[in-house]
């Protein structure tokens, strides 16, 4: 119970402001208000519209970037030579902070979901190739050599041993690469939009609708929130054998 | 016909020279215990026998499956025991040993368990079981013991001691505890030197005692220096 104390609390705190006229509904909007907006835009079929149109747009570049990076990472971490022909590049384009991509896909791009998708593909890509590369690198030597000593041929060995020890890295950097997925949606909504979660910020923003921010801000904490838990239930689901609970 | 017949190992890694020109026979069902000081290459000569290490020169021939049991147990850990020990198998018959070994290193009721819910004994047995699923001619031991503390020592020494006897498999162990030799073997080699040479061979009952392997370990047990000193005073 004491977890929805402060959340509770802050409802409380927010319907008293609004309600007393500490804050004016411009500025912020009362949780009434919100409920209504939201009531509406359901009823309209506008918050299914939106939140499926930004549901897809993240699934979409997040399992582009799942894919690239499974084959990249498998590549760079299994051999040394495709190591040093790739990895400066990768980790060159790594170090360019990823919002500073928006421009010049918006320009190279246009303002299509082909811009959207792809903006949200390279938030998602490095956490995973990253994580998948480390963890290819991090597979312990002594296991190998078990499947080795028993003869097993070196597509078994992949099979057999490392996929299975890589996984729980894998399944990290997933995780971390959708809520990255999340994030550079908002940044490809905000800028260019006329559906999804992030229009509804816009939008709100210049009709001066705060209920309306409000409800768009609480759908990307559901989502978020949702994809999140989603991922850990596949965490523990696929590799509870490990020994500690990743971070 | 032997077991394994080693002739003319020769072993390097960079400059240093591990074996050259090594010579050892294990016959078939004997059980031989390969003692030495800690990097003197007994670890190596298993390796090579196992087929982790390449030899430089020399011939290693084996006959029949290879049973391999390291140091630390080396379970899969997103395996449970059996599917574990089940690992190396490649056919329904060796798949339906899977079993029969887990019984006989006492773990049955261990089937389900991760890795991760065994104790240090328990996973031991279970890379000695898994070691056994293909009925190895030839088992290799490097150091099976050794990351165990002394009352799993003796009572997992005494399991692979029953197993040998039961499963007639040949069987080479690298350790560097007498007890193990004494208790498990029917033969002692001791290994010294850089390149690594045999200095002692016995049999375990005769010639193979305590003190004598200890001799050719270069340790006496007697304390002398102690005794010595007290006696000044």
Redesign the interface.
Known sequence: MVRFAVPAGLVALWWIATSLGWVKSYQFASPRDVVVELQQLALTGMLWHDVSVSVARVAAGFGIALLLAIVLGALVGGSRGVERALDPTLQGIRAVPSLAWVPLILMGLGIGETAKITLVAIGAFFPIYVALVAGIRGVDRKLVEVGASFGLSRTALIVRVLIPATLPQLLVGARIGLTQAWLFLVAAELLAATSGIGFLLTDGEQTTRTDEILVAILLFAVCGKLSESGMRWLEKRLVGWTDTVPA | MSAARIRHLQKAYGAHLVFDGLDLDVARGERVAILGASGCGKSTLLRCI???ERPDAGTIATSGE?G?V?Q?P?L????DVERNVA??ARNAGERARVEGVLGLVGLAHAAKR???QLSGGMAQRAALARALV?DPHLLLLDEPFGALDALRRIELRAAVREILEFTKASAILVTHDVEDALVLADRVIVLAGAPAEVVFTGTVGEDATRVAILGALGVTEHGGQARRSQARL
């Open positions: 196992a087929g982790l290879i391999v390291f630390e080396r899969f850990p997103w395996l690992f190396p991760l890795p991760k293909r």
